[in-house]
């Protein structure tokens, strides 16, 4: 009796993805779960309409992800990636405490309406999908653990003293995910008129000088 083959990982290197072609192809399935997650959200999604969208074979989607899932994950990974690069560079640029959060902020809002499809999936997924949760609250730690750190800071420095940092962290950043969300993922509050500029930390009553 012929053993069967083992799984592959989820995150295992797959040949397809060493060419030129196929990191074009692999592209070009991200490109289009985003706008298909984007429209019809990640639990109405079919792999079927995300291959169509990209112009390619749903064969050739099973030669890159197992899973609508899976797919979701590479995604949501880049998207860990940009953002925490972004929330970085205010403060190795060196500007002031207040005004690399600002910017760090600001960066997280651009980053999230550029990648909005994903996000609406992230959010959609992690109610549903086990593995996708894990993942996805693995990403969100390394954040959390980076809030957690400059909230001590803080706290050496005299300011929220008594606060939990890490739960504080927490909730900080569900409340950004959040926000992004309703806003860019939903269109915004009923009856309340959309601000780039003040949603983003960019104008000039968010600085500060309004």
């Known amino acids: 009796m012929t053993a069967p083959a083992p799984a592959r990982p989820a995150h295992a290197a797959r040949p397809e993805k060493a060419t030129r072609k196929g990191r074009q192809t692999d592209e070009a399935f991200r ?97 549903v999908e086990g593995r996708f949760r894990d993942r996805w609250l693995e990403l969100r730690g390394e954040a959390i653990t980076r809030i957690a750190t400059a909230v001590r800071k803080a706290q050496a420095d005299g300011y929220c003293p008594g606060v939990d940092p890490v739960m504080t962290a927490s909730a900080l950043s569900a409340m950004l995910e959040h926000f992004c969300y309703i806003w860019l993922g939903q269109g915004g509050e009923k009856d309340v008129p959309f601000d780039d500029d003040l949603a983003s930390g960019s104008g000039p009553t968010a600085a500060g000088t309004g």
């Open 31 to 127: 490109e289009a779960a985003r706008l298909v997650f984007a429209r019809d959200g990640y639990l109405n999604a079919k792999i079927s309409d995300i291959a169509a969208a990209a112009g390619r074979s749903v064969a050739s989607f099973y030669n890159y992800y197992d899973t609508k899932a899976d797919l979701l994950i590479a995604l949501a990974e880049e998207f860990h990636a940009e953002a925490s690069q972004l929330a970085a560079l205010p403060y190795r640029a060196g500007l002031s405490g207040e005004e690399a959060l600002r910017e760090a902020v600001a960066g997280f809002w651009r980053t999230y309406a550029k990648r909005r499809g994903e996000l609406i999936g992230i959010f959609q997924a992690a109610m």
